[in-house]
């Protein structure tokens, strides 16, 4: 086990180094010179050279690239191009916000799937079953807008259900009173595609020989279903829920950019909007890291739980 | 069962194409689902041609105007008395601002006199509309037909393009080994380890560019992945099979056995990966424009659409918002629809 793991962890460098250069590629080559956008338009030469000799990009390609490694390493990506702030306090004061949307929202999208999932494998075939699921894909061609443009709209903007927007310093205040609609809402645009991802999960289980075992012994249906086929389905959830994991990092861009929450996710798209660079390259180089550490774990998870299974 | 004793009475055997029509024939879902695809490909096919929606941009009613069917009896009535004399439903023509930037009006109104030289109707903009019309007069019937056409563009040629990428590279990879695999591998799992939701966002911070081309490059470039480690797969599974060992020892070539050989056994999973990129690629699509990275303001998408829509929902203007998504979740559930369905038809091994 424990060589499985190291030589995973050895295998994670050339991916990282890939990455590394990936967001190098785009960001010094493909990005064009940045110099010219942060002097603004009326700027001379004076101007953009000292700032290009502040970022370090009149040196040569291979010394920006050695920069950009130690930055990785040392974890310090300087400061935000149009704040100042450093990116590292960046992420330190808008990760609280993400965790406190996405932390509940995952715990309960994957219990109520789940149920619902096993619900809809116990009756497989049926009306009901196979309704839902058009119902599901009908839900799933709507696109994720739609479903938080209505749902802003008409609960808490028509009704006054919940806030409109906002966001305070108190984490009890954000939990009940402006958090729930976002998570209400992430649960719904959720709720078909796991639906159907689980109950797949579930159906793989349903037809194998330990369950006919159970039921020939004569033990009650629920107990057939959530102890036995429960048991074993869970292990694909777990490693689906876990690689989802860095997710959580990400934040719901969406849902943040809606109601109005100071997370990671809206950070992001408002560096995407002001070109800053230094914000998405650090984002984009943990998150990936974050992911191959998380499918590791799921993998890892994945042979512990199910003996099964052989990893190499 | 049936097709082998058919095949021994005719002599020849029925091809895996036939055969998948003939199952895909039977699935009544699958059948509809393609005519109402085949149906929106029709109408952006005549929005390219320029007979449909043509004048989408045009002034031709008055700001918010409400869709005709939400009309009850009596405002119809006070609609038709309300107006001067012989014109119901219209008011007369009042210049706006919007005329002023409208490069084609000057043109457009020589046009409409031209046709109809009597009628001061010419220039009425009407009251409603079939689904109303936008903040500025514009027909929101002709603005989805329009939507659709750019959004289902740039869903199917992002889609295209990530299919061929990852599809070259996942034959490439699995057919030769050795380093172009792990050289192959390697781009995939670097791309693989970025979250698709921060590498498209990436990506359209560098581009810096927005339009219905650089969308498709964003998509095309993220979204090879999956039909990459499928292409790879097939490729390793069929590269020693008999067939292709057949045709080595005539003498076929790398390239030939690759793509005249195993590419036709292998061309159903492409097909299906392209129909699913699709549907993903139009839903990103609407995403990246509504945050303002996609399709430009001057344009019409569905999710220029949806971007607008927000704005007129707080007016308690509803009817652009159902219209965008009542048009992109038809095509979408049917694409979907239809993909399950090819599916199932075009592998064999599904019991039917």
Redesign the interface.
């Known amino acids: 086990m424990s060589a499985y793991v190291i030589r995973r962890l050895w295998q994670m460098i050339p991916t990282l180094m890939g990455v590394i250069l990936l967001v190098f590629f785009l960001f010094n080559w493909v990005g064009g010179d940045p110099a010219y956008l942060l002097a603004g338009l009326f700027s001379n030469q004076e101007q953009i050279d000292s700032i290009r000799a502040e970022l370090g990009l009149d040196q040569p390609l291979t010394v920006q690239l050695w920069i950009f490694v130690k930055q990785v390493a040392t974890f310090n990506f300087g400061n935000s191009w149009t704040t100042g702030e450093s990116v590292a306090s960046i992420f330190a004061s808008r990760l609280p916000a993400s965790l406190t949307l996405m932390a509940p929202l995952l715990i309960i999208e994957t219990i109520v799937a789940l149920v619902l999932a096993i619900g809809l494998a116990w009756v497989r075939g049926s009306s009901i079953d196979r309704g839902t699921m058009v119902v599901f894909t009908a839900l799933m061609s709507v696109s994720i807008l739609v479903f938080i443009i209505l749902g802003q709209y008409i609960l808490a903007y028509r009704l006054g259900w919940f806030p409109v927007q906002g966001w305070s310093e108190d984490y009890w205040k954000n939990i009940s009173t402006y958090a729930p609609l976002p998570i209400l809402l992430g649960l719904v645009v959720s709720i078909a595609p796991n639906t159907r991802l689980f109950r797949s999960f579930v159906l793989d289980e349903v037809d194998q020989d330990y369950v006919r075992t159970a039921r020939a012994k004569g033990l009650s249906e629920p107990r057939v279903m959530f102890v036995h086929v429960l048991r074993n389905a869970l292990i694909p959830v777990i490693t689906f829920v876990i690689s989802n994991l860095p997710g959580l990092l990400l934040g719901a861009f969406l849902l943040e950019r809606f109601f109005g929450i100071p997370g990671v996710g809206r950070e992001i798209i408002l560096a995407v909007e002001r070109s800053d660079f230094p914000v998405i390259k650090a984002v984009t180089v943990y998150v990936a890291i974050a992911t191959m550490i998380f499918n590791l774990i799921g993998d890892v998870l994945y042979r512990l739980t199910d003996p099964r299974v052989q990893l190499r | 069962m049936n097709s082998m004793h058919s095949s021994i009475a005719t002599g020849t055997s029925e091809g895996a194409w036939s055969q998948a029509w003939r199952r895909f024939k039977s699935d009544a879902v699958g059948v509809w689902s393609g005519i109402t695809v085949i149906l929106c490909l029709i109408l952006v096919l005549f929005t390219l041609l320029g007979s449909l929606a043509a004048n989408w941009e045009k002034e031709v009613a008055i700001g918010h105007a409400p869709p005709s069917w939400t009309l009850t009896d009596s405002d119809r009535i006070d609609a038709s008395s309300g107006s001067a004399g012989s014109l119901p439903n219209v008011v007369l023509y009042e210049p706006t601002p919007t005329d002023v930037v409208d490069p084609i009006a000057a043109q457009w109104e020589l046009v409409q006199k031209a046709v109809k030289p009597a009628g001061d109707q010419v220039n009425a903009l009407a009251t409603h509309l079939p689904m109303g019309s936008d903040k500025w007069g514009r027909d929101v019937l002709a603005k989805t037909i329009k939507g659709a056409e750019t959004s289902i563009l740039v869903g199917l040629a992002a889609a295209f393009m990530a299919t061929i990428l990852g599809a070259a590279l996942g034959a490439v990879s699995g057919w030769y080994g050795g380093v172009v695999d792990d050289l192959s591998n390697?781009?995939y799992?670097?791309?693989h380890?970025?979250?698709g939701?921060?590498?498209i966002?990436?990506?359209?911070?560098?581009?810096?560019t927005k339009g219905t081309m650089a969308v498709v490059i964003i998509l095309g470039t993220t979204g090879w992945t999956g039909t990459y480690r499928l292409m790879r797969g097939e490729y390793l599974k069929h590269r020693h099979r008999d067939y292709v060992r057949a045709a080595d020892a005539i003498g076929a070539s790398n390239n030939r056995r690759m793509f005249v050989h195993i590419l036709p056994n292998v061309s159903h999973v492409i097909l299906v990966q392209f129909s699913l990129l699709t549907?993903s690629c139009i839903?990103a699509e609407?995403?990246l424009s509504?945050?303002?990275?996609g399709v430009p303001v001057d344009g019409v998408s569905?999710?220029t659409m949806?971007t607008e829509?927000?704005n007129d929902?707080?007016v308690g203007k509803w009817w652009q918002?159902l219209s965008a998504?009542a048009a992109?979740?038809i095509f979408?559930?049917g694409l979907?629809?239809l993909t399950d369905s090819l599916r199932d038809a075009l592998d064999p091994k599904v019991i039917h």
Do not use: C
Request: proline content about 2%; cysteine-free; glycine content about 4%.
């Open positions: 390697w781009l799992n670097v791309f380890s970025i979250p939701i921060l590498l966002l990436a990506i359209a911070a560098v581009l810096n549907v839903k609407v995403i509504f945050l303002g990275f569905w999710g949806l829509a927000q929902l707080l918002l998504t992109m979740s979408v559930t979907s629809l």
